[in-house]
């Protein structure tokens, strides 16, 4: 069974480093996309980066690059999120779920229970 | 503002059909295949449909997808109270060079 087990809720100060997991099993770890997804509270999804620990490929959002670092630890199959200087608009819940995909295939199937951060200014 | 272009709200009552709409362009929908996605209120999403219009295991058949062009839809029948949820699509994007997603439908059941 494909499982993906995030950390849990952050409370931060704005300018604070963090970094979130997503710990995952039921799978072949290394030969998987694994993405972020973020969701600000009442809002829609927005696709933050995407991983591939085999090679540690990595693809930001325009949006994202340089906001956010991703990062993979095979020995444990485990995906992280990090941020080195939070800002109150980091304010959301993450998600990290698998990508598939091939050439005619690309979606995210299986996800993570989310993190909710909250940031204070 | 998202890629993808979604009616904020639908409704329709309990044993009926809904359709949500997801408008995309040549860069996304019109090259790529579209996936639905599923929340329930303060829950993770789900995928419901992928590939335009498979269902993975699991998800009943009442929900159905197509996809013509650029825009593509997700048709519910026999409604149920339990559906009431956002519904998400999403596409890979050329000018992204990675997945986009709509602005989500809130889906309610009268």
């Known amino acids: 069974e494909v499982q993906l087990v995030q950390s849990g809720a952050e409370v931060k100060k704005a300018g604070e480093s963090l970094k979130i997991s997503c710990e995952t099993s039921g799978f072949r770890f290394s030969s998987n996309w694994i993405g972020w997804v973020r969701q600000v509270p009442g809002k829609g999804l927005e696709w933050m980066g995407l991983?591939?620990?085999?090679?540690?490929?990595?693809r930001y959002s325009p949006s994202f690059q340089g906001q956010v670092t991703i990062s993979a630890d095979k020995s444990i199959s485990t995906v992280y999120l990090q941020w080195s200087s939070l800002k109150a608009s980091d304010t959301a819940i993450y998600y990290c779920a698998t990508h598939w995909w091939n050439d005619e295939s690309r979606y995210f199937d299986y996800w993570g229970q989310g993190t909710l951060l909250t940031v204070s200014s | 503002q998202s890629a993808l272009t979604q009616p904020p709200s639908a409704s329709e009552t309990p044993g009926q059909r809904v359709t949500i709409s997801c408008s995309g362009s040549?860069?996304?929908?019109?090259?790529?295949?579209v996936n639905w996605y599923q929340q329930l209120p303060g829950t993770a999403p789900k995928l419901l449909i992928y590939?335009?219009?498979q269902r993975p295991s699991g998800v009943p058949d009442r929900f159905s997808g197509s996809k013509s062009g650029t825009s593509a839809s997700l048709a519910i029948s026999g409604l149920q109270s339990g559906d009431e949820a956002d519904y998400y699509c999403?596409?890979?994007?050329?000018?992204?060079?990675?997945?986009?997603f709509g602005g989500g439908t809130k889906l309610t059941v009268l």
């Open positions: 590939n335009n219009f």
């Open positions: 991983i591939y620990p085999g090679d540690s490929d990595i």
């Open positions: 040549s860069s996304n929908i019109g090259t790529y295949t």
């Open positions: 999403a596409a890979w994007d050329d000018s992204l060079n990675g997945p986009v």
